[in-house]
């Protein structure tokens, strides 16, 4: 079956620590995004690429960095320099980079909590 | 400029009774509406998008969303209510030149048994 998968569903940090969420996808699809979610304040946008090899900051970057070494894979890095990290992360895909029908596909998240 | 008001941030309704989960938009541009559904501590699952053809949408599990230009509005509806219904639900818009994704604040939906 295609879809996204992220990976752990759970994860625990300790202050200072960088920790890196997993996320692939078997879509093809050419644009891959993260997306914070905090209670009541929906998602936001942390950062996105739309192909190999670049990427873009979103409405909040700070204290997190991310790679697109392949099209399959974007990995997201929350640093130490992130204040208040524990939330739920969630990564989705489009088909392509901005086209007038392009839909996100979510993956099922992972939960950070820092302790 | 683009964005997402969702009017309510919690409804409640009785099994088997309608829903109304109410969607204002802005935009600039003619844009793509999406209703997400998230259960807790899963991913968003789409039921249904508008992308410029038929004004009225029909979705997964019964769902519909109605486009309406002058009220700017995305309202999503089903006749009746199930309990297996009950989660969050995010209306989002697009416009076509660009890959950004607006979303609303989400509508905690509770069904009452």
């Known amino acids: 079956d295609g879809g996204i998968t992220q990976s752990p569903k759970y994860l625990f940090r300790k202050e200072g620590q960088n920790v890196t969420l997993s996320c692939e996808q078997n879509l093809n699809h050419d644009a891959m995004y993260w997306y914070r979610q905090d209670p009541g304040q929906g998602l936001r946008l942390i950062y996105y690429s739309q192909i190999v090899n670049d990427f873009q900051k979103g409405d909040i970057a700070e204290g997190y960095s991310v790679s697109r070494e392949k099209k399959e894979s974007f990995p997201l890095t929350v640093t130490s320099a992130q204040k208040n990290p524990t939330a739920f992360y969630l990564c989705?895909?489009?088909?392509?980079?901005?086209?007038?029908?392009?839909?996100?596909?979510f993956g099922p998240g992972t939960r950070l909590t820092v302790l | 400029a683009q964005s997402v008001t969702q009017l309510d941030s919690h409804v409640s309704v009785s099994e088997g009774t309608p829903v109304l989960l109410r969607c204002n938009y802005s935009s600039s541009y003619s844009p793509s509406l999406f209703w997400y559904v998230q259960h807790p501590n899963k991913g968003l699952q789409l039921l249904l998008k508008?992308?410029?053809?038929?004004?009225l949408v029909k979705g997964i599990n019964g769902f519909e969303a109605e486009f309406k230009k002058s009220e700017t509005s995305f309202h999503l509806t089903k006749p009746s209510a199930h309990m297996s219904d009950a989660a969050e639900y995010f209306c989002v818009v697009t416009i076509f030149t660009g890959n950004q994704f607006y979303f609303g604040t989400g509508t905690s939906l509770t069904v009452i048994p």
């Open positions: 508008y992308t410029s053809a038929a004004t």
């Open positions: 989705a895909s489009t088909r392509t980079s901005g086209g007038p029908t392009d839909t996100q596909y």
